[in-house]
């Protein structure tokens, strides 16, 4: 199973971006799945997910209501959709697959089986 991310970019504060990461080798509809991502000098953090058994959607606080993640198995594709986007927001995003994604397995990176390269994704203030 490979991921690959894509659509990271330089934008203003307040601009928007799409991020798309494909899933080969396997249909998406396997997985449950997630976007991570990871500041200079800090750790990789949650940022939404999205499981398989019920396609129900999940974010942290800080992007709650700015960020949507939906997939297309059709396509074998999951999106990040960002709007209002910050300086805080600056950082490599990365999508993950999971086998099995129970309960609060889908907020840890330790719940997910395969990664993506990452994306960057920098936003000016």
């Known amino acids: 199973v490979q991921l690959q991310a894509f659509g990271g970019g330089l934008v203003q504060a307040g601009g928007s971006l799409r991020l798309s990461c494909v899933v080969s080798g396997r249909t998406l509809s396997s997985y449950g799945m997630g976007w991570f991502r990871q500041a200079p000098g800090k750790e990789r953090e949650f940022v939404a997910g999205?499981?398989?058994?019920?396609?129900?959607?999940h974010y942290a606080d800080s992007v709650k209501g700015r960020f949507t993640i939906s997939r297309d198995n059709a396509k074998n594709t999951v999106y990040l959709q960002m709007v209002s986007l910050k300086p805080e927001d600056t950082a490599v995003y990365f999508c993950?697959?999971?086998?099995?994604?129970?309960?609060?397995?889908?907020?840890?990176?330790?719940?997910?089986?395969?990664w993506g390269q990452g994306t960057l994704v920098t936003v000016s203030s």
């Open positions: 993950a697959a999971a086998v099995r994604l129970s309960g609060s397995a889908l907020y840890s990176t330790s719940g997910y089986d395969y």
């Open positions: 999205i499981r398989r058994s019920d396609g129900s959607t």
